[in-house]
């Protein structure tokens, strides 16, 4: 797959979603020209992903993520992809976090072969199975890591990982590479509250408006084109930032 | 150790879409009702307002309304082949929990339920014979309900104008209505609410589906 068919692959499955077409980029002040704007976008997330610091992954578990993640969502020439958007952040604080050590998890027996139809069946938390899969990973290519390889081999190991057959450290390696690309998917995907979607990059790519209230005045005009500046959870309908104690949990 | 609380005529287990109902109606009657509902107690404002309750990653993803599979699991197989094995994680399909069960997360949709349903074993047994029956095997347990659809319409309707279901009657009193459903059983007046807006997919979807001579309608959602 070329990345050029990715992208568009990415647009089209976002786009069902959200039931728009793919907006022009556009802010809410007119006057500035698209590109200075993308320009600015694109370096407030290049800072963004340069300052992550890492809770959960090890140095080289990081420098894997990141290495993978910018070959499953390349940037462009137009906008930036997984890397750029914060994506290793998200992921790196989702398995640091509730999610990654089982939250809604069920972790007791018996554990014994599964049909596929039967779901997750495996021993591990997400954090247990990054980080047993990611430590076999970069044993078996401690002579030749992952992030000095060519994207042309990039490629092609991701490609081996998802094909499956490969033990890593008890994780087959499809369902590690399930949950890479799930996550990836996430990270780029969700709102910025969660550390992804630095300032709403993918939104913007894809024309989702985002958290607005309701769209209950625009639900019967077909055909019109949505372009509004998307909305963060972490906004108000006028861009102010408001603290919400309910985001992003609150426990019962 | 155990606390004695004041006697009370009736307990609801669970407060969701059948005991929160079945409480108002007996509240109303004149009995001392209590629910008990595990989870927390949530309302409209402000557990369900915006922009918090649009969050796709915490409820459509990692599923926050719904019931903690560490705390609760059940087992699953396709068939009888296999062995059952516990849901881990909710996928195909999502029992709540919390203060109005699942009905604060279902999609609405409030269909009746066919003349035919209510006896589908006789409808069957009409429609293809008592060896069609036969030759089902001893594990066909196949039964009429009881009920039939005549005496349950009056309830039907007093529960779509309790909730405010929102749609566009096919079949009133035999009577056949355009924009409706032509094959519905027939119910004793119009919907309490009109249709929805139409949304983009519906409209391709109708229109896809009238030039193939189909009869779209629809849909009745309690919204």
């Not at chain 2, 004695?4 to 001392?32: C, H, R, Y």
């Amino acid at each position: 797959m070329t990345e050029v068919s990715r992208r568009t692959l990415i647009k089209a499955t976002g786009a069902i979603g959200a039931a728009i077409l793919p907006a022009v980029f556009e802010t809410a002040n007119a006057a500035t020209p698209a590109g200075a704007e993308l320009a600015a976008t694109s370096s407030i997330c290049a800072a963004a992903a340069a300052a992550t610091t890492y809770v959960f992954f090890n140095g080289e578990e990081a420098a894997f993520i990141e290495a993978a993640v910018a070959r499953l969502i390349p940037a462009d020439d137009e906008w930036p992809g997984a890397l750029e958007a914060c994506v290793p952040n998200y992921i790196d604080k989702q398995l640091g976090g509730a999610w990654g050590a089982g939250e809604r998890l069920y972790r007791s027996g018996p554990w014994q072969p599964r049909a596929w139809t039967q779901g997750y069946q495996l021993p591990f938390t997400p954090a247990e199975l990054f980080r047993a899969a990611l430590g076999e990973i970069n044993k078996e290519l401690s002579h030749r890591p992952f992030p000095r390889m060519n994207p042309e081999e990039q490629d092609s190991y991701l490609k081996k990982l998802e094909a499956g057959g490969k033990d890593l450290g008890g994780v087959p390696s499809e369902v590690f590479f399930t949950h890479l690309w799930e996550s990836t998917v996430e990270g780029f995907f969700s709102d910025p509250v969660y550390g992804g979607n630095c300032n709403m990059v993918s939104w913007r790519m894809i024309g989702f408006p985002g958290a607005y209230a309701s769209y209950y005045d625009l639900v019967d005009q077909h055909g019109i084109k949505l372009d509004r500046v998307p909305m963060s959870l972490a906004e108000d309908a006028h861009g102010h930032i408001h603290l919400n104690p309910g985001i992003p949990a609150r426990s019962p | 150790m155990a606390e004695t609380l004041k006697p009370v005529d009736v307990v609801t287990i669970g407060v969701g879409l059948t005991g929160s109902m079945a409480a108002l109606e007996m509240a109303q009657s004149g009995l001392k009702v209590v629910g008990l509902e595990r989870g927390a107690p949530r309302f409209t404002v402000p557990d369900f307002q915006s922009p918090a309750i649009h969050d796709e990653l915490r409820f459509s993803i990692r599923k926050a309304m719904m019931q903690d599979n560490v705390k609760v699991a059940v087992t699953f197989r396709n068939n009888s082949n296999e062995t059952a094995l516990p849901i881990r994680r909710w996928e195909s399909f999502l029992p709540g929990q919390g203060l109005g069960g699942s009905f604060v997360h279902w999609n609405g949709q409030s269909f009746r339920a066919q003349v035919a349903d209510f006896v589908w074993r006789s409808h069957t047994i009409q429609r293809y014979g008592q060896k069609f029956l036969d030759a089902c095997g001893p594990e066909l347990t196949i039964q009429d309900w009881g009920v039939t659809y005549d005496e349950l319409e009056p309830y039907y309707d007093r529960f779509e104008y309790l909730c405010g279901v929102s749609g566009k009657a096919g079949n009133i009193k035999g009577q056949i209505q355009p924009g409706g459903n032509p094959f519905e059983a027939p119910r004793s007046r119009e919907y309490p609410n009109p249709p929805l807006k139409e949304t983009y997919f519906g409209a391709i979807f109708r229109k896809g589906a009238e030039s193939l001579g189909y009869h779209p309608y629809r849909n009745p959602p309690q919204i």
